[in-house]
């Protein structure tokens, strides 16, 4: 027996945010997870430039390799995953892990980019408290022990 995916069904359900930008980096796919990570609806992120939740410092740095991997159809990042900063609504910021993939024309052209996003802001400051206690705990060892 086939079955058939229903893949607007299946993005909508993922917990992972799932972000399709076009080739001038506009917004065009903003799923529910989007929403729940970065703030904005989909009707106020579809359309509007990735610069809404790229951090302004990173915003050269991101444009930079975004256009190079439009012009070249290639990214370094196929199957790596990309842990960088990003930016809510309410302009708190987030640490996001994700993947990228490329979409392309029936020609061959990069249609779009689309990044499958997880929110590890909580294991990322766990992660990093647990590094300061171990520095902590170091120094401590390393210290000379005084003689009562």
């Known amino acids: 027996m086939q079955t058939t995916t229903d893949l607007k069904q299946l993005v909508e359900a993922v917990g992972d945010a799932i972000v399709a930008s076009d080739a001038g980096g506009a917004i065009v796919l903003w799923n529910p997870a989007a929403q729940r990570m ?3 609806t989909e009707s106020e992120a579809l359309g509007q430039s990735l610069d809404i939740i790229v951090p302004q410092r990173q915003q050269q740095r991101h444009w930079d390799g975004y256009h190079q991997t439009m012009a070249t ?13 990003a930016v ?10 994700f993947t990228v993939a490329l979409l392309h024309t029936p020609d061959g052209k990069v249609s779009a980019i689309v990044a499958v996003i997880r929110d590890e802001t ?23 022990v005084k003689a009562p």
């Open 38 to 40: 970065f703030g904005f």
């Open 88 to 97: 809510h609504k309410d302009g708190h910021t987030l640490s996001i892990a």
């Open 122 to 144: 909580r294991r990322f400051a766990e992660e990093r408290n647990l590094k300061k206690r171990l520095t902590e705990l170091e120094i401590q060892l390393a210290a000379p």
């Open 73 to 85: 159809g290639k990214t370094r990042y196929g199957n790596d995953v990309l842990r960088v900063p």
